[in-house]
């Protein structure tokens, strides 16, 4: 009977660890958004919808829908030029933020995520390390 009990308990514990558990991705959105506040947040402003005619947004941009490989580019070495967000061209410049390649996709999974974004499938390290200016 004790052995039951103690089975038991044992297995509860185990299924509520597993409950408790988050996904890689899950992690990364975490991480990301602590980078976002740290050197995204005063330009594309803290819920993602930029300053109109100056910062892009970046709640709900189809730039960023359409155009993954650009957007990490972007955040990885910088940008400058011409670039059309939900049908508003902005011409400014992005200065190198000086992120690590970990960083880069921490923050684009957390941007991928939020305000209105869903992209389920992971940025990794790997996928930021592969694209070069």
């Not at 939900?86 to 999974?109: C, F, H, R, T, W």
């Not at 991928?112 to 990794?124: A, D, H, L």
Request: include cysteine; aromatic fraction near 6%; glycine fraction near 6%.
């Amino acid at each position: 009977m004790k052995f039951i009990l103690l089975s038991l308990v044992i297995a509860a514990s185990s299924i509520t660890i597993n409950l408790q558990q988050t996904t890689p991705l899950e992690e990364s959105i975490k991480r990301g958004s602590e980078i976002y506040a740290d050197f995204c947040m005063n330009c594309h402003l803290p819920n993602g919808e930029g300053v109109k005619n100056v910062y892009p947004p970046l709640a709900k941009s189809d730039f960023l829908v359409k155009n993954q490989e650009v957007s990490i580019r972007a955040v990885k070495y910088g940008t400058n030029g011409e670039l059309k967000v939900n049908g508003i061209v902005y011409k400014n410049v992005m200065a190198p933020l000086g992120l690590s390649d970990s960083e880069v996709a921490d923050v684009m999974n957390y941007i991928n995520n939020s305000w209105g974004n869903k992209n389920k499938k992971m940025i990794t390290k790997e996928v930021v390390e592969k694209i070069k200016k």
